[in-house]
């Protein structure tokens, strides 16, 4: 008999959940729990397939590929593993693989050739997630699990990476704010993807500030 929607739902976080069991810190179920709020949220006033919104933004880091020495086939293998392990169509199953492929900040520094709302929605809800004070907090959660400086101002951020050469960035956390976190807001796809952004970005502005000062010892 197929499932009905809150059947599957609940499977998919038991799974995500149990999945993530010791994951580092900025990329836990926490982290899902916040992007499916999140996507939630924008998709109320959306209107995109809640089914697929729902799927995509529990299963979005299922294996993130900064994990998986690279890999960026494996977070949408599981995805699919899992889905059709629970019976669901085929069609479900490739559109949530293709928002999962297509999501990442890194991905958008190739070439793109998957679109839907669905993603607009799902990738809003997860960079919202990398700005603003929990944004903050996870870069330097991040930063810290891979020993990486805090700032050094000899090391100028590069703005003009290629995706492998930001896939293979070890620069200090304060340049991950210039090269990915403040180009953010301007990427963001739907009404209220931008709307909840633009705050963010401001109080991320402000912290960079107050960094600098103490920095100097001047605050």
């Known amino acids: 008999m197929q499932m009905d929607f809150d059947s599957i739902k609940e499977k998919t976080i038991c799974f995500v959940q149990d999945t993530l069991k010791g994951a580092e810190a900025g990329h836990d179920w926490f982290h899902i729990e916040r992007v499916y709020k999140t996507a939630l949220?924008?998709?109320?006033?959306?209107?995109?397939?809640?089914l697929i919104v729902t799927l995509a933004a529990l299963l979005h880091d299922i294996a993130d590929s900064k994990f998986n020495n690279g890999d960026e086939e494996i977070g949408p293998k599981i995805a699919g593993d899992f889905l059709r392990s629970?019976?669901?169509?085929?069609?479900?199953?490739?559109?949530?693989?293709?928002?999962i492929k297509n999501l990442s900040y890194k991905a958008s520094?190739?070439?793109?050739?998957?679109?839907?709302?669905?993603?607009?929605?799902?990738?809003?809800?997860?960079?919202?997630?990398?700005?603003?004070?929990?944004?903050?907090?996870?870069?330097?959660?991040?930063?810290?699990?891979?020993?990486?400086?805090?700032?050094?101002?000899?090391?100028?951020?590069?703005?003009?990476?290629?995706?492998?050469?930001?896939?293979?960035?070890?620069?200090?956390?304060?340049?991950?704010?210039?090269?990915?976190?403040?180009?953010?807001?301007?990427?963001?796809?739907?009404?209220?993807?931008?709307?909840?952004?633009?705050?963010?970005?401001?109080?991320?502005?402000h912290y960079l500030d107050q960094f600098y000062a103490e920095w100097e010892g001047i605050s």
């Open 41 to 50: 949220s924008i998709n109320a006033k959306e209107n995109g397939d809640l």
């Open 86 to 99: 629970i019976a669901l169509p085929d069609h479900i199953i490739l559109q949530v693989q293709q928002i």
């Open 109 to 205: 520094l190739g070439k793109i050739e998957f679109f839907s709302k669905e993603l607009d929605i799902v990738q809003d809800a997860d960079r919202l997630d990398a700005i603003g004070a929990i944004g903050i907090a996870r870069a330097f959660t991040y930063g810290g699990f891979k020993n990486r400086t805090l700032y050094d101002p000899e090391i100028q951020p590069d703005l003009n990476m290629s995706k492998e050469e930001y896939k293979n960035s070890a620069a200090p956390t304060i340049n991950h704010f210039y090269e990915k976190l403040l180009r953010l807001k301007e990427l963001m796809k739907t009404g209220t993807g931008k709307e909840l952004a633009a705050q963010r970005h401001q109080f991320m502005l």
